[in-house]
């Protein structure tokens, strides 16, 4: 009897222990040990952000002659970027950083406001202003997607009011693919995506790289 309540308060502990530890905890460590093993060389342009970025792992084919350090971590919101930022953004000496993120704020939790969500933006804008205070910031719009058509118009508001931020701010850019994402009719270019109708296929990388392209700095 005393064993069998050994282990399961030592699993209780092992339980406990785990959920101590933030969302996507796990991921940032492995980037943490791969940095420890060999960390990024300065001047390159860094990618963070959510899922569209972590599964664009030919991204560097897309970009020759633009060396890329990808910190995209699949699921994740602008608030975990804000958490991780001192893990996957700040250390580095990029030359630019682009950012991907916002689409799994309003997945997470579909009460949340457009204007909410653009004002995470706004603190992670102002963390990493904080340090490189001169460096080139691009935000790619949030995309649309078949499986989260519903969320659409809070997307495209989140964007303008993100670009509408940017606008008024000196060495940044706002990289729209939404719209470049949609039909003439407004609707969703299914082609471009895969099966999970969320994430996109070659297709649609190809045109994110002609949008993203011209903002990249050399």
Known sequence: MKKIFLVFFIGCLYFA???QHPPFWKEIQEFKTQDSLAF?????????????????TD?????PGFPII??????SSLT????????????YQPRQIVIYCGENDFAANEQVSAAEVAKRFYLLFSIIRKKYK?????????????SRIQLMPKFDSANYMIKQFLKKRPRTAF??????MLQKDGTVKQEIFLKDNLHMNSKGYHIWQQILRPYLKK
């Open 17 to 19: 222990n785990a959920q």
């Open 40 to 56: 990024p060389e300065p001047n390159q342009i860094l990618f963070a952000g959510s899922s569209s970025f972590t599964k664009w």
């Open 59 to 63: 991204v560097q084919d897309y970009f």
């Open 70 to 75: 990808n910190r995209g971590f699949g699921g």
């Open 80 to 91: 975990d970027l804000i958490r991780y930022a001192n893990d996957i953004i700040l250390p």
């Open 134 to 146: 001169k460096l080139p910031v691009v935000y790619v719009s949030m995309k649309p997607s078949p």
């Open 175 to 180: 990289a729209d693919v939404y719209h470049a």
